[in-house]
């Protein structure tokens, strides 16, 4: 079986949750067992190092930003492999200091996020990385934090996309997801 159909095999659906009409791709049991975990791990970094770009043109990554909350669980053991910084984006109200600031539309709701002022550096390379895609709201409105503050961003990843939303996501730079749903 490959990685991806090992790791397809794992995560779980739930139709009508969080409310009618949305199935629920939960991906906590890859956290559950720790060789889907690895897999998971090890299939985003060797994307991000070895994929097609020829080593010579490759960008290192500076920064990986993880979005509130299923992309903190990723996103660290991510920058930890590549030696880059972890920048969380986080809802509302949570982060101290000065923040920017960016409201988004998602699936199912409406929320606003926030990212520390002087978190990413001018000219710093970033992946935004999360659990899953869908309308792609959230990783729209992460995007513009991180172009607020000078970064440029590499390429967003995600464990799952929901593929029959693909073509309104309002995303310009290149999106890499393990699973299609
Ligand atoms: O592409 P979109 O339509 O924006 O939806 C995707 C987002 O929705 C989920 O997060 P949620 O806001 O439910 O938060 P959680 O991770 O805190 O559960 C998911 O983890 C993504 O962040
Ligand atoms: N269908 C879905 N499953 C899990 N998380 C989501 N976030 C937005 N849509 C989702």
Redesign the pocket.
């Known amino acids: 079986m490959s990685d991806i159909d090992f790791l397809q095999s794992i995560v779980t659906r739930y139709p009508d949750f969080p409310k009618p009409g949305i199935v629920f791709l939960d991906i906590f049991p890859i956290f559950r067992d720790p060789v889907a975990l690895e897999t998971l791990i090890t299939h985003f970094v060797y994307h991000i190092t070895s994929h097609t770009i020829p080593k010579s043109v490759r960008k290192k990554v500076d920064v990986v930003v993880g979005?509130?909350?299923?992309?903190f669980l990723i996103g660290p053991l991510i920058a930890l492999r590549l030696g880059a910084a972890f920048v969380p984006v986080r809802k509302k109200g949570k982060l101290p200091g000065p923040c920017k600031l960016a409201s988004?539309e998602?699936?199912y709701g409406i929320?606003t996020f926030e990212m520390q002022e002087g978190a990413i550096r001018h000219g710093q390379n970033v992946v935004i990385v999360?659990?899953?895609?869908?309308?792609?709201?959230?990783?729209s409105a992460a995007g513009s934090l991180v172009r607020m503050q000078g970064g440029n961003i590499l390429e967003y990843l995600f464990i799952v996309e929901v593929s029959a939303l693909r073509k309104n996501w309002p995303i310009e730079d290149p999106v890499y997801s393990i699973i299609q749903e």
């Open positions: 979005l509130d909350a299923r992309g988004y998602k699936e929320d999360d659990d899953l895609i869908a309308t792609g709201g959230s990783a």
